[in-house]
């Protein structure tokens, strides 16, 4: 807001009753760190004409309220939960009661929010017998309770799918779902991995699906307790091309150039999908 000056050529602002001035962006102070994209500083606030002793700022989605050099700071929140995790706040919206000399009543009106299901599934979950695998070679023996290999056996016998509709049975054409599938797998896992099921099964079943898939890391079973591989990391399409393009590039047999200039378009024509997915 630095640059920012108040265009008022007729004194309207002197002349009204009160002064609200209403911002889509975070306050400095009232947001956490990484919700700043776009913050106005306490500065900017102190440099505000003193008309102005009411500022109302959305963009973040917890309501707060604070009283900074004698005017009233208000977050209005959002009129619906955005969020998942501990800091995602309460639905509501914001009564304000002004006079001249400011706001006079400040209240949150809470709602209701709409009914969501957050959903952690490790891979082990899906593939049981990476479990089995783990177990065995850590020196644990499974056969010693009959009762884990019994269940180990019948979560075998369901597919992955399977068994994240199993976790979805509890939603509702209202429910705002979060499934998060978390931990090692295998490469031939990673591409059994059916993503494009799961959200449309997300569709059928929920309000929305939003499918997290950044704490999946690739691991080598043949390595031993699924130790991992070089450049263990979130798989990324990315990375998946310039694994393969160093791979060819030893027996390219003198058409190197060709290879890049396909590495290069391939590359551009990933990063473009993934720019309009929101990736």
């Known amino acids: ?98 006079t001249r000399d400011g706001a006079q009543h400040i209240q949150h009106i809470h709602l209701a929010a709409q009914p969501r299901k957050d959903i952690t599934l490790a891979t082990e979950n899906l593939w049981p017998e990476n479990r089995t695998f783990r177990m065995g070679v850590t020196g644990t023996l499974i056969g010693r309770d009959a009762a884990l290999l019994e269940a180990t056996r019948a979560k075998a016998a369901r597919t992955p799918l399977e068994t994240i509709r199993q ?41 929305s699906l939003d499918l997290d898939l950044r704490d999946l890391y690739l691991f080598d079973p043949a390595a031993g307790a699924f130790a991992p591989t070089t450049g263990i990391g979130p798989i990324s399409l990315l990375d998946e091309l310039d694994a393969l393009v160093a791979a060819r590039r030893q027996s390219a047999n003198g058409a190197a150039d060709d290879l890049d200039a396909a590495a290069r378009l391939l590359r551009d024509r990933i990063s473009a999908a993934e720019g309009e997915r929101g990736q």
């Open 1 to 98: 807001m630095a640059p920012v000056r108040v265009d008022d050529p007729k004194g309207a602002l002197a002349q009204a009753d009160v002064g609200l001035l209403l911002l889509h962006a975070a306050i400095e102070g009232m947001s956490m760190p990484n919700e700043g994209e776009r913050t106005v500083t306490l500065a900017s606030l102190d440099a505000l004409g003193p008309r102005f002793n009411v500022v109302v700022a959305g963009h973040i989605h917890r309501y707060a309220h604070q009283r900074i050099g004698g005017r009233e700071v208000v977050v209005s929140g959002s009129t619906e939960v955005m969020e998942f995790g501990a800091h995602a706040g309460v639905a509501g919206f914001v009564w304000l009661e002004l």
């Open 167 to 207: 976790e979805l049975d509890g939603c509702t054409p209202e429910t705002m779902t979060r499934l998060r599938i978390v931990g090692p797998l295998t490469r031939e896992q990673y591409h059994e991995l059916p993503v494009r099921e799961i959200l449309r099964l997300g569709q059928e079943r929920t309000f």
